[in-house]
């Protein structure tokens, strides 16, 4: 349930999608891959009962399932949370919000004290807190999702009343690992004007881009910054699509794979023709602090999705990514210059990051209808530390601006797409 607060974003995950940098006015939509809100009513899964009201200082007085309606700027959204006891003394909070596809998510941390119900998603950055009614038969509280929070009252649910929860999205498996993909289908369309957001991922199988110009689309076949293409003509920036296609290959591809059906979409629809070059360029590198990285190893599966995300500008999620992925995704969302790994760090790494964006960051998103930082978001006195002391801080890496030579690839010919 993501919330508006200035520059928010939608949440993609891996699992879910497929890893891109996505923002956009959002709410709860970690899952952008699960059903529309008439696809979710139509649904019918059986909720929980919910048990006899017991004293709002029990834990068992709060077990159920509960339910409310979410207001906010763009639409109503209905939210229900599952409670049970997970541990002696401890609960488990599982979150659905079923106008935006109805899709489980966990809360990280939840706890029932004196009546007072408190969880947090870390996943979406967002928290409730809120106060059982005497007849412990309802909750009101605040979902904080940014600066703003917002009332949300809970209704215990009854097998009567409970709203019907979607199935859970089937898990796709991987495409074989030596599948050469194309699109078997693929719509080129210019994005409306006023359009919010700017990113990649799949919603099933299928594979979608929205608000992208020519450089991001390029950038993201080739693993490559913008100042990495040479020769491109000034449409590259201006001129932003909406793709949607179809891989020719049964199962989900990984990035490599997802590349190269980018790469053959170029070639096909806008007929792009280039060559590759080396040039010293400026760049960022990425190395181990002094004391050593202070991120999490990831406990993710190897067929487990990874993720890239952002709750709003600055406030970065990152789940089951090397050093090599954080890079190229730094580069491609947030850095005005190419991003190179240089940690020699091999492990996955599940982490947050929090800092203050600065005028040079996030430029990919200038005309996306994303509001970009300014000069007076550092008055503030609470506001997190710059990207560099942030990433030392908080990751235990380093990155310093510094000059390496680079591939860059040089624009022999380009138009624009051909029709659908």
């Known amino acids: 349930m993501m919330t508006q607060h200035g520059s928010s974003t939608q949440n993609f995950r891996k699992k879910a999608l497929h890893g891109l940098t996505y923002i956009a006015l959002a709410l709860f939509l970690v899952m952008f891959g699960s059903m529309n809100a008439k696809q979710a ?30 207001h906010v700027p763009e639409k109503d959204l209905r939210i229900v949370a599952k409670i049970t006891q997970a ?7 599982v979150m659905y919000s079923l106008d935006q596809g109805g899709q489980p998510i966990e809360a990280s941390s939840a706890s029932f004290e004196g009546g007072a119900l408190k969880f947090a998603v870390e996943m979406i950055g967002g928290n409730y807190e809120g106060k059982m009614s005497a007849d412990g038969k309802s909750i009101a509280g605040t979902w904080t ?48 004007p006023g359009q919010q957001g700017k990113g990649f ?14 450089n991001d689309l390029i950038a993201f076949a080739y693993g490559l910054h913008a100042k990495q293409i040479v020769g491109a003509p000034a449409w590259f920036d201006t001129d932003l699509y909406d793709i949607a296609g179809v891989p020719d290959v049964p199962g989900r591809p990984n990035e490599k794979q ?43 599966g190897p067929n487990d999705g990874d993720a890239f995300m952002f709750r709003g500008l600055g406030d970065l999620i990152v789940r089951n ?73 908080q990751l235990g890496l380093k990155l310093e601006a510094t000059k390496a030579p680079d591939d860059v690839i040089v624009i022999d010919h380009v138009e624009k797409p051909s029709a659908n």
């Open 41 to 70: 009513r139509a649904q019918s899964a059986a909720a929980t009962p919910p048990p006899a009201a017991a004293p709002a200082n029990s834990d068992k007085g709060i077990v159920g399932d509960w339910q409310g309606t979410l």
């Open 87 to 93: 541990t002696p003394g401890g609960l488990k909070v």
């Open 145 to 192: 999702q940014g600066p703003k929070p917002l009332p949300l009252v809970l209704e215990r649910a009854t097998p009567e009343t409970a709203w019907a929860i979607p199935a859970p999205m089937p898990k796709m498996p991987p495409m074989a690992a030596n599948a050469d993909p194309s699109f078997e289908v693929a719509t080129i369309k210019p994005s409306k």
């Open 201 to 214: 991922g799949f919603r099933g199988r299928q594979f979608i881009t929205m608000n992208t110009n020519l």
């Open 258 to 300: 997802s590349g190269i059906m980018m790469q053959k979409l170029l070639a096909d629809r806008f007929q792009l023709k280039f060559h590759h070059e080396k040039k010293v360029l400026s760049v960022y590198t990425i190395t181990v602090a002094h004391d050593g990285p202070k991120m999490k190893k990831s406990t993710a």
């Open 321 to 393: 990514m090397t050093m090599k992925d954080f890079a190229t995704w730094m580069q491609s969302g947030v850095m005005d210059r190419p991003v190179v790994d240089q940690t020699g760090l091999t492990d996955r790494y599940d982490f947050t990051l929090k800092w203050t964006p600065d005028e040079s960051q996030f430029a990919q998103f200038r005309g996306s209808n994303v509001k970009m930082p300014t000069a007076n978001a550092t008055n503030d006195p609470n506001a997190p530390p710059g990207l560099y002391t942030a990433v030392q801080e």
